[in-house]
């Protein structure tokens, strides 16, 4: 069976998707698919990569342009698109999180770029778009891997402290509640900067 690095990536998403990613082994991946750990490295030269390869197909959601709307509307769709697309995978977020760290995401780099341009029509100056873009995406991240940990904790039957659990809160709007804070700084740090 001649393998191709879709087959790896499948392959790795499933195991991601049933068992999580502490299961999501070279080894593991390599026993899934019936083949020696060795024949993985002609199509990634170490687990970084693969886990940036499974990164770039979980965000594929989150890449499906919406260019209309204003800025805010384009910043808040971004965001909500991306949570969503973390969310539909067993510890997606972290897994992302941690490609987006190594450089290995070039579908983060994308959310970015996009983010960076929805800020730059705000009014932020060109020196701080990239910065203002990627503080939006660590908000969404973080909030996500910690979501996505309380309901691995809700789902394993703990006993969390009062407020702690997913099953008690909206988590939905909490999420929007954040981001709308954080466009809301967008919006003072441009006025600010055009006074």
């Not at 886990?51 to 959601?61: F, S």
């Not at 891997?145 to 789902?155: F, I, M």
């Amino acid at each position: 069976m001649q393998l191709h690095k879709r087959d790896l990536v499948d392959a790795a998403t499933a195991i991601l998707d049933n068992f999580g990613i502490a299961d999501l082994t070279m080894r593991r991946l390599a026993r899934e698919l019936s083949v020696s750990p060795g024949a993985l490295y002609w199509h990634f030269a170490n687990k970084q990569q693969l886990l940036g390869a499974v990164a770039d197909r979980i965000l594929q959601p989150a890449l499906q342009p919406d260019p209309s709307g204003t800025w805010r509307e384009q910043v808040s769709g971004d965001c909500h698109r991306l949570r969503d697309a973390l969310l539909s995978h067993t510890d997606g977020a972290e897994l992302v999180s941690a490609s987006f760290a190594a450089g290995q995401s070039e579908a983060m780099t994308r959310v970015v770029d996009r983010l960076s341009a929805a800020v730059a029509e705000a009014g932020v100056d060109e020196q701080h778009c990239a910065l203002a873009a990627r503080t939006v995406v660590y908000y969404v991240l973080g909030f996500t891997v910690d979501e996505q940990s309380r309901l691995q904790w809700d789902a394993a039957g703990a006993d969390l402290p009062e407020g702690q659990s997913t099953l008690t809160e909206d988590a939905g709007r909490r999420f929007a509640f954040g981001l709308e804070l954080l466009i809301g700084g967008l919006t003072v740090h441009s006025v600010g900067h055009r006074a």
